[in-house]
Antibody
């Protein structure tokens, strides 16, 4: 079955960088676009970014453009999210999700990895 | 890129029906038929319940249904069951990005 497992979260100081990973299995990873979504404590879901199946196209939410970078390694079935200049408001659970409909909806999600930005 | 608007809470007794609304604009819900709904039990992976406004993925009970009128989409849960208690999020395609609603906590009384 489809499985997405995020990792790389933890407690990080403001201003530092962090790279999150999402290991995919149970489907042909290289044929699917992938998303990152986050949830701040007590808040709703916030879409962050999408990368096309071949890495040719990326889109970002305005709120993270310039600080977040989505990437993937299809040979390793892994999606990444690099976050620079971390801020307190970046604290939350980060989910990766599989794309369906060319960026229209997300049909499978991981359980998330918690990022806490604190000095 | 403002979030879609959902009521923070909804409730119903077992067996009853509940409808959750989701309001957007002409740039998202009103402009595309790509509304989706997600069920989220805290601590677990969110689950796709409805896509393309009305379609259900395989395995989702037909008690869950979706609709849209103008700038407002709705999720109806019929025959409420205890396991339906969760947070529900609407989402809409908005061009090159996706917007989510703030979430609705559904309580089964």
């Amino acid at each position: 079955q489809v499985q997405l497992v995020e990792s790389g979260g933890g407690v990080v100081q403001p201003g530092r960088s962090l790279r999150l990973s999402c290991a995919a299995s149970g489907f042909v990873f290289r044929t699917f676009g992938m998303h990152w979504v986050r949830q701040a404590p007590g808040k709703g879901l916030e879409w962050l970014a999408i990368m096309w199946f071949d890495g040719s196209i990326k889109y970002y939410a305005d709120s993270v453009k310039g600080r977040f970078t989505i990437s993937r390694d299809n040979s390793k079935n892994t999606l990444y999210l690099e976050i620079n200049s971390l801020r307190a408001e970046d604290t939350g659970v980060y989910y990766c999700a599989r794309d369906k409909g060319w960026g229209k909806w997300l049909d499978a999600w991981g359980q998330g990895t918690l990022v806490t930005v604190s000095s | 890129q403002s979030a879609l608007t959902q009521p923070p809470s909804a409730s119903g007794s077992p067996g009853q029906s509940v409808t959750i609304s989701c309001t957007g604009t002409s740039s998202d819900i009103g402009g595309y038929n790509f509304v989706s709904w997600y069920q989220h039990h805290p601590g677990k992976a969110p689950k796709l319940m409805i896509y393309e406004v009305t379609k259900r993925p395989s395995g989702v009970p037909d008690r869950f249904s979706g609709s849209k009128s103008g700038y407002t989409a709705s999720l109806t849960v019929s025959g409420l069951q205890a396991e339906d208690e969760a947070d529900y999020y609407c989402s809409s395609y908005a061009g090159s990005n996706i917007l989510f609603g703030g979430g609705t906590k559904l309580t089964v009384l």
